[in-house]
């Protein structure tokens, strides 16, 4: 038995600017943070039964791996040559669809599981590429890097991706003092909205791949948002809070050019009403929009924004920053 702990990813900086339709015409930047909020896999091969069965969200048994209808798992099993006797649960500290990263988290510890059983132990570099490979090139996913590179290495991380889609991976060090105030005065509420990131980032991709108006606003938006990922970066760097708030509400306001299915009239309704009366200097929908979780930075106390929120059906997501990336917890070598 192999047991896998992989984090999910919250998007500071840069987010859209790891999709390939960007990033080939001049790089792109991410800047994010593992959660210490996770997914676990297990996974086992059973010495008599020759079936393949996955427990978790979405249960199936099948005969053979080809026959899944979870193409994450059908692709992964199938790469690795496995076709029949296995089993594999999967358990989730958050809901999917939720702009955490979820289903290429989900990949990851997948992959790491896999690898185990065979007695392998990846660089996280190779198993990110790995996921990404299978999600983009195999299942022609319209998605980009970050999510899988976020699962395998955690932390609070860079990523520098070069137009061939060459990563180069940073850690970004800070005081434990001023990681702390930047935890605890940037806060993450669920809005109990669930969405399929794929659909929104299509948007994204297809103003890129089109001539026009579409295209040069998606580009030049995308443009401020990559620039504002190393300005991000360094504001978290040099302990400027006050910094950080002014450049969330900035990002969001780029971020919401690139498609109309990012936000919606309710969101910016209550994103309005909080700066205007409760204190928050910036904020903005993680992931690629659409529903999930809603980041929110206020300098003060922020209890009567939390008590809001609640009064809003958004619960607060008390977190702190994971720092191992995806790991084996049981089994392996």
């Known amino acids: 038995m192999i047991s ?7 998007t500071l900086g840069g987010g859209g600017t790891d999709l390939e339709s960007y990033y080939r015409n001049g790089g792109g930047f991410i800047f994010a943070m593992g959660l210490d909020k996770y997914i676990h896999v297990s996974a086992h091969r059973p010495a008599f039964h020759e079936h393949v069965a996955l427990m ?5 048994t099948v005969e053979r791996a080809a026959d899944l209808k979870h193409e994450l798992v059908r692709a992964a099993l199938l790469s690795h040559g496995i076709e ?10 958050i809901v999917g669809g939720t702009g955490l990263g979820s289903s290429s988290c989900f990949l990851v510890g997948f992959l790491r599981a896999l690898h185990a059983l065979k007695g392998h132990e990846p660089d996280r570099q190779a198993l990110a590429e790995e996921a990404c490979n299978l999600e983009i090139n195999v299942l022609a996913k319209g998605i980009g890097k970050q999510d899988q590179y976020m699962a395998a290495f955690g932390g609070l991380t860079t990523l520098d991706i070069a137009p061939d ?3 180069k991976v940073g850690s970004v060090d800070i ?28 948007d994204q991709n297809s103003a890129m791949l089109a001539k026009g108006s579409g295209h040069d606003q998606v580009a030049q ?7 504002l990922g190393y300005r991000i970066r360094d504001a978290w760097v040099a302990g400027d809070l006050e910094g950080w708030g002014h450049m969330l509400h900035e990002h969001w306001l780029s971020k919401k050019q690139l498609s109309s299915k990012i936000s919606w009239p ?10 205007a009366n409760l204190g928050v200097t910036g904020g903005k929908v993680i992931g690629a929009g659409g529903g999930g979780f809603l980041m929110l930075f206020t300098p003060g106390p922020g209890e009567a924004l939390e008590a809001y929120m609640a009064s809003q059906n958004m619960p607060r997501l008390h977190y702190g920053i994971d ?10 070598q």
Do not use: C, N
């Open 175 to 202: 005081a434990p003092d001023v990681e702390a105030a930047f935890v605890s005065h940037t806060h993450i509420y669920y809005t109990g909205l669930r969405r399929d990131a794929a659909v929104i980032l299509d």
């Open 4 to 10: 896998t702990r992989t984090p999910l990813r919250v």
């Open 266 to 275: 309710h969101i910016d309704q209550l994103y309005d009403h909080v700066r």
């Open 165 to 167: 889609g060459q990563v």
């Open 84 to 93: 029949t006797g296995f089993e594999a649960a999967s358990i989730g500290d």
């Open 323 to 332: 720092r191992g990336g995806s790991q084996v917890l049981l089994g392996g």
């Open 221 to 227: 938006s995308l443009g401020a948002i990559k620039d």
């Open 56 to 60: 978790g969200p979405d249960p199936e």
